[in-house]
């Protein structure tokens, strides 16, 4: 029995768990150390109350765990375990937990409580060397988090830069498995495949015209996404690359809301329903708000690419597999953890050091002048699939078995 920590439904962690249930080859079950998620809730980075619209829990067993609960969700100190985890673990049979990374203390706690029942532990975390802080921070963090990867028999890599952290704490390369990081491809994929005959439409809609080439950006508009350099690197263009007018399609809110309008001639905006008359040397751009799971494909169908920005705290960018999924190519900062496995080996071109507006431009007059075709994307995000991931970890479920069951013999 494989038993699964996580701190709540997690969109981009849900389809793993229903493969694995599809598939039948792990008994395994999902313990939620909250309900975070299902229902609206406040999200600082976005400024508003906002759930998820896709179901979140059907599908798989799983099970929400009692722990100790903090306010503040960005804390370490959000979740901490009681003796519930240690009863249910007992009371399943668990032979194995997997948690997802260490950013809050229930998860420490589950790997000392693990191992004191004598399980095998997984660990599946987003940090890479890029993201992983440097100075006496990170000093400081050093010896607690090496006593806790000691304590860890398997790790999950999600990517190149993730694995290259593992290396470099001394993990040996046998305890390390490929568990490359996805989202539902097939769920997008099919979305996009139903709108791209609306594509005029959709672009319509928003003020996009037909001719332009429309770069999207999708996130919080939060200062470590760095969406002005977007801004910037298109102003630097003079709104045109090639023979191409420029157009910018803003997914999201934040507090740079207020600047990201005051840089652009705003031709749709779904924040407030108003628009900016169009001012000279300014990029034109639309801005649709916050769109929900079910809405995101419209955005990627009407652009021509995704634009990742973002500094070196992006320990992925998984909106990158989404647009991927779509067919939608990517330009992608270098301090994103995805950019090594996503963008760098198929068009090195496409990426660029974070907060350098003169090469993300270049970058973007590269994708104008040669877009990549949606074969050539689909064929690459195809490697970063829910069921390489479940195949992942079916593989080392049955590794891990017929280990513990000959030590036993």
Same mark, same amino acid.
């Given at each position: 029995?494989?038993? !699964?920590?996580?701190?709540?439904?997690?969109?981009?962690?849900?389809?793993?768990?229903?493969?694995?249930?599809?598939?039948?080859?792990?008994?395994?079950?999902?313990?939620?150390?909250?309900?975070?998620?299902?229902?609206?809730?406040?999200?600082?980075?976005?400024?508003?109350?906002?759930?998820?619209?896709?179901?979140?829990?059907?599908?798989?067993?799983?099970?929400?765990?009692?722990?100790?609960?903090?306010?503040?969700?960005?804390?370490?100190?959000?979740?901490?375990?009681?003796?519930?985890?240690?009863?249910?673990?007992?009371? &399943?049979?668990?032979?194995?937990?997997?948690?997802?990374?260490?950013?809050?203390?229930?998860?420490?706690?589950?790997?000392?409580?693990?191992?004191?029942?004598?399980?095998?532990?997984?660990?599946?975390?987003?940090?890479?060397?890029?993201?992983?802080? #440097?100075?006496?921070?990170?000093?400081?963090?050093?010896?607690?988090?090496?006593?806790?990867?000691?304590?860890?028999?398997?790790?999950?890599?999600?990517?190149?830069?993730?694995?290259?952290?593992?290396?470099?704490?001394?993990?040996?390369?046998?305890?390390?498995?490929?568990?490359?990081?996805?989202?539902?491809?097939?769920?997008?994929?099919?979305?996009?495949?139903?709108?791209?005959?609306?594509?005029?439409?959709?672009?319509?809609?928003?003020?996009?015209?037909?001719?332009?080439?429309?770069?999207?950006? !999708?996130?919080?508009?939060?200062?470590?996404?760095?969406?002005?350099?977007?801004?910037?690197?298109?102003?630097?263009?003079?709104?045109?690359?090639? &023979?191409?007018?420029?157009?910018?399609? !803003? !997914?999201?809110?934040?507090?740079?809301?207020?600047?990201?309008?005051?840089?652009?001639?705003?031709?749709?905006?779904?924040?407030?329903?108003?628009?900016?008359?169009?001012?000279?040397?300014?990029?034109?751009?639309?801005? #649709?708000?916050?769109?929900?799971?079910?809405?995101?494909?419209?955005?990627?169908?009407?652009?021509?690419?995704?634009?990742?920005?973002?500094?070196?705290?992006?320990?992925?960018?998984?909106?990158?597999?989404?647009?991927?999924?779509?067919?939608?190519?990517?330009?992608?900062?270098?301090?994103?953890?995805?950019?090594?496995?996503?963008?760098?080996?198929?068009?090195?071109?496409?990426?660029?050091?974070?907060?350098?507006?003169?090469?993300?431009?270049?970058?973007?007059?590269?994708?104008?002048?040669?877009?990549? &075709?949606?074969?050539?994307?689909?064929?690459?995000?195809?490697?970063?699939?829910?069921?390489?991931?479940?195949?992942?970890?079916?593989?080392?479920?049955?590794?891990?078995?017929?280990?513990?069951?000959?030590?036993?013999?």
């Amino acid at each position: 029995m494989l038993a !699964v920590l996580t701190t709540h439904p997690i969109q981009y962690q849900v389809p793993i768990w229903r493969a694995l249930a599809a598939r039948g080859r792990v008994p395994f079950e999902v313990l939620y150390l909250s309900d975070h998620g299902l229902a609206p809730s406040y999200d600082p980075g976005f400024g508003q109350a906002h759930a998820w619209d896709i179901g979140l829990t059907d599908g798989y067993a799983h099970h929400f765990i009692d722990c100790i609960r903090g306010p503040r969700q960005d804390s370490f100190w959000w979740l901490r375990l009681g003796p519930a985890l240690t009863r249910r673990l007992q009371a &399943s049979g668990a032979r194995i937990l997997w948690t997802q990374g260490w950013q809050v203390a229930a998860y420490w706690q589950a790997v000392w409580q693990a191992k004191a029942l004598g399980l095998d532990t997984w660990l599946r975390a987003e940090t890479n060397l890029k993201s992983s802080g #440097t100075g006496w921070r990170r000093l400081a963090k050093d010896p607690l988090l090496t006593a806790l990867l000691q304590r860890i028999d398997r790790f999950l890599a999600i990517g190149k830069a993730n694995r290259q952290f593992y290396l470099a704490r001394g993990i040996p390369p046998a305890r390390i498995v490929e568990a490359p990081y996805c989202v539902d491809n097939a769920r997008f994929r099919a979305q996009a495949a139903r709108l791209r005959a609306e594509r005029d439409q959709l672009r319509a809609a928003w003020g996009i015209p037909r001719d332009a080439f429309c770069l999207l950006f !999708v996130g919080k508009l939060i200062g470590k996404k760095r969406p002005l350099d977007l801004i910037d690197a298109a102003r630097a263009l003079g709104a045109h690359a090639g &023979s191409r007018p420029l157009h910018l399609l !803003v !997914v999201g809110t934040g507090d740079l809301l207020p600047e990201v309008r005051a840089r652009c001639s705003i031709v749709h905006d779904g924040s407030s329903g108003a628009a900016s008359r169009p001012t000279q040397g300014q990029v034109r751009a639309s801005l #649709t708000g916050f769109l929900n799971q079910s809405e995101i494909a419209r955005a990627y169908v009407a652009a021509d690419c995704l634009v990742l920005p973002s500094e070196a705290t992006e320990t992925w960018g998984l909106v990158v597999n989404e647009a991927m999924a779509c067919g939608l190519p990517a330009v992608v900062s270098e301090a994103c953890g995805c950019c090594d496995d996503l963008v760098k080996p198929y068009r090195p071109d496409l990426c660029f050091p974070p907060g350098d507006t003169e090469r993300l431009a270049r970058a973007i007059q590269a994708v104008v002048a040669q877009p990549p &075709s949606s074969a050539d994307v689909a064929s690459l995000i195809e490697r970063y699939d829910v069921i390489r991931t479940a195949e992942a970890v079916e593989q080392l479920y049955a590794a891990t078995i017929a280990a513990r069951r000959g030590a036993a013999a």
